[in-house]
């Protein structure tokens, strides 16, 4: 039988339902001559329930097939992702491990299920500094760093990671996906970079230098920072500073990884350097294993400074360089980070290849959006995006 449309089912209703209130209001008993046409309405009734229920049955069913797609391809994912030959693992923002393939369980001599549980009891570092680094990403950005992790008692391995931050698509919380690339196994001791501690660092020279004081720089010699935070800088043909990069603490530098004429390195503050022979390195498979992972960072900072000069836009560059500073050298503070060295707006427009002038004109705009702040200290503050949001 074909269904009624909405309108003529309305039409039909009123008029009987209106005859049927008056005439139970009129006898006891409802009048013979209206039971069929009450069955006629009761079966038009009965048949648009009947739709609704297979159309919603039908929906169900849709649903159920969505629902197990979705669980195929969320199966698929991590069949193929444990068979990638590079290990993987996922954390989401308190450094949860949601999930690992085996390659990485492989790579860091993971037995147990580590599903579930923190990733810093892994790591062999500061700490601190890994989840601060990871959580000040910002979403689809992605970046290259050195970690160390145990992969027992006695051996970290050194492990160059790609950090990229997503999104659960459940949730909207984001998600650290840390992709490896490549490893070096030592011994503990050799990764240690404390010049008082009892290792093989300790046969090296310390030199400590103040604030403002020029390193010098000796040819086929090393410089190992202990402690404190190191300018690298060159003179241009026009004879204008360019900013090269900021060391910290665990990075190697030296005339011998350069080929600039004009290298300068330039303590920003009290800092403590280990020297080292060039041919040290290559007689010392120990030596080597502490170093070149540590190159491998300076390497890594170097290109990302350069990758700035690449943008076309004197403010994006300004906004890429204060992103790889927080990165490098920022502190968590209450606000947001902090850079923990005051540099000056001559600094900033070297390496952003601008002048001075510019860069006072963007902070003072970045001011005023709230965006930054400067210190008691005159140390620039990023301010996180809550704080933004709280303040405005």
């Not at 959580?135 to 970290?156: G, S």
């Not at 300018?231 to 090269?244: D, F, I, N, Y």
């Not at 502190?331 to 005051?342: F, I, S, T």
Request: with cysteine.
């Amino acid at each position: 039988m074909r269904l009624p449309s909405y309108q003529s089912f309305q039409h039909f209703s009123a008029p009987l339902r209106s005859n049927l209130y008056r005439h139970a209001s009129a006898s006891p008993s409802p009048s013979p001559d209206l039971l069929p046409t009450a069955l006629i309405e009761l079966g038009v009734l009965f048949e648009t329930l009947q739709f609704m229920m297979k159309e919603i049955s039908h929906q169900n069913e849709l649903l159920q097939n969505l629902q197990a797609g979705i669980e195929g391809e969320r199966y698929q994912f991590h069949f193929l992702a444990d068979l990638i030959s590079e290990g993987h693992l996922i954390v989401n923002e308190n450094l949860k491990i949601q999930s690992i393939n085996s390659a990485a369980k492989t790579l860091l001599n993971l037995s147990r299920n580590v599903i579930g549980q923190s990733l810093l009891p892994l790591v062999a570092e500061d700490q601190a500094s890994l989840q601060s680094k990871l959580t000040q990403l910002n979403p689809n950005e992605r970046v290259e760093m050195l970690v160390r992790f145990w992969r027992n008692p006695d051996t970290i391995l050194a492990v160059s990671v790609i950090a990229e931050c997503r999104q659960d698509w459940q949730t909207q919380t984001p998600l650290f996906y840390l992709f490896f690339k490549d490893s070096i196994e030592c011994d503990c001791p050799s990764l240690s970079v404390d010049a008082n501690s009892n290792n093989l660092l300790t046969h090296y020279p310390v030199q400590t230098y103040c604030k403002g004081d020029l390193i010098p720089l000796e040819h086929k010699k090393l410089w190992l920072v202990t402690q404190g935070i190191v300018k690298l800088t060159a003179l241009s043909e026009q004879g204008e500073e360019m900013l090269l990069g900021l060391l910290s603490r665990s990075t190697v530098f030296g005339p011998s990884l350069t080929t600039l004429p004009t290298y300068q390195a330039t303590a920003l503050e009290k800092t403590q350097l280990v020297s080292i022979a060039v041919s040290d390195v290559f007689q010392s498979l120990q030596l080597s294993q502490i170093i070149v992972p540590l190159l491998t960072c300076r390497l890594q900072q170097a290109e990302r400074f350069l990758s700035i000069y690449g943008q076309m836009r004197i403010e994006d560059r300004f906004t890429q360089l204060l992103r790889l500073l927080k990165q490098e050298i920022g502190e968590a503070v209450e606000d947001g980070v902090r850079l923990a060295v005051r540099l000056t707006h001559q600094d900033l427009a070297s390496a952003c290849g601008t002048t001075r002038v510019t860069i006072t004109r963007l902070l003072g705009k970045l001011q005023q959006a709230g965006k930054v702040k400067v210190d008691a200290q005159n140390h620039l503050i990023l301010i996180a995006d809550d704080n933004r949001k709280d303040n405005s």
